[in-house]
């Protein structure tokens, strides 16, 4: 993992999907950096993995789409650390297909985990985040601003999102609340593994993916949690409303 420089010491970060990928390198970042660190997610394993043997570390089962787990969420950091300074918005979930075969069930389940899930956690964080003049960080995707063909209720979840992070980046500015996203491209492990879609299919993404980013490769974890914790610093007090594409130059392309 690389070093995220301290800056964050005393503070409380929340992350979801803090059990695999970007939301694990996220949370141990934010760890490094010196801040007390609750990662939420549904599988207890994989959240208990991500915070063993570190110390001002914690996890919580929720899933996101549910708003008493939401509320639970932030109150379990409170009763840890009687503050919160940092929610990243990170679990989220991918489709792709042709939109013939698009149901009404995975639409629910994609706006419900990256449209809905973000707004109840930030819902219940957002008095919290009044008291510290603390932040938001929300993970859309180069495809909340890209097109591109068989991903499209996916992409417009991340769109969606990317909207919200502008608006409550205006609602909450007078409260000195900032809240930014960050737009990975294709990065490992990716969201792809959990998607359901065969390995040689998962495969044969990846290998087009990389080919079509102008820096040659997909990006790692710690590319992105790099520029997660970066924008949640004081040192970006500044800056509100933003989407950062951290994405080897996929958007751009
Ligand atoms: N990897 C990429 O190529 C890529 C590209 C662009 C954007 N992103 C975004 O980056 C974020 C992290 O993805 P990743 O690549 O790190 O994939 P990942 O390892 O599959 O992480 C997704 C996380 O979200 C959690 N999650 C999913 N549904 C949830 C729910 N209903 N409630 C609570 N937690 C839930 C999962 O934990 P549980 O299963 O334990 O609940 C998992 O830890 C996502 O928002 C994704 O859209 C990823």
Known sequence: MQKTSRGLEGKVAVVTGGGSGIGRATA?????AGAKVLVAGRRA??????????????????????????????ATALELWDRIDVLVNNAGVFSRGPLEEVTTGLVQKLFETNV???????????????????????????????????????????????????????????????????????????ALAASGLPPTVTDTIKNEEARKVPLGRRGEPDDVAAWIVALANPGSAWVTGQVLCVDGGLSVA
């Open 28 to 32: 141990l970042h934010f760890h490094s």
């Open 45 to 74: 394993d994989a959240l208990a993995e991500t915070v063993a043997g570190r110390p001002d570390m914690a996890w919580v089962t929720a899933d996101v789409r549910r708003e008493d787990d939401a509320a639970t969420v932030i």
């Open 116 to 190: 809905l899930g973000p707004t109840l956690l930030a819902k219940a964080a957002v008095p919290h985040l009044k008291v510290t003049r603390g932040s938001i960080v929300n993970v859309s995707s180069t495809f909340g601003h890209k097109a591109s063909p068989m991903i499209g209720h996916c992409a417009a979840s991340k769109a969606a999102l990317e909207h919200l992070t502008r608006c409550w980046a205006l609602e909450l500015a007078p409260h000195g609340v900032r809240v930014n996203a960050v737009a990975p491209g294709p990065t490992e492990p990716p």
